[in-house]
Nanobody
Framework: QVQLVESGGGLVQPGESLRLSCAAS????????MGWYRQAPGKERELVAS???????NYADSVKGRFTISRDNVKTTVDLQMNSLKPEDTAVYYC?????????????WGQGTQVTVSS
């Protein structure tokens, strides 16, 4: 089993930045891909960004150029740097980890952290 713990959510104003962090523990040797999903009220959960052990990244079109995912394979942490935040970025952000090539169907989930962008 793998446990994922997120930190770094909060309330910011439009245009500001926020950094989310996720630490994995447990059977971390099995993890290939880590990343972030988000779910806004009344909407489906969507993949925001992911990064494989080898460094390949994937971003949702809505965050390209604003969000950056980074990963420390030794510490097994994954961070999401979010710049130029918009009100539509408001959501619960979930850390996710997978055993295979992509994060379409994660094997593990964190508990979620709230990000609110509002003036």
């Amino acid at each position: 089993q793998v446990q994922l713990v997120e930190s770094g959510g909060g309330l910011v104003q439009p245009g500001e930045s926020l950094r989310l962090s996720c630490a994995a523990s447990g059977s971390i040797f099995s993890i290939n891909v880590m990343g972030w999903y988000r779910q806004a009220p009344g909407k489906e959960r969507e993949l925001v960004a992911s990064r494989t052990y080898g460094g390949s990244t994937n971003y949702a079109d809505s965050v390209k150029g604003r969000f950056t995912i980074s990963r420390d394979n030794v510490k097994t942490t994954v961070d999401l740097q979010m710049n130029s935040l918009k009100p539509e970025d408001t959501a619960v952000y979930y850390c996710a980890a997978g055993l295979y090539a992509d994060l379409v169907h994660p094997n593990y989930w964190g508990q979620g952290t709230q990000v609110t962008v509002s003036s």
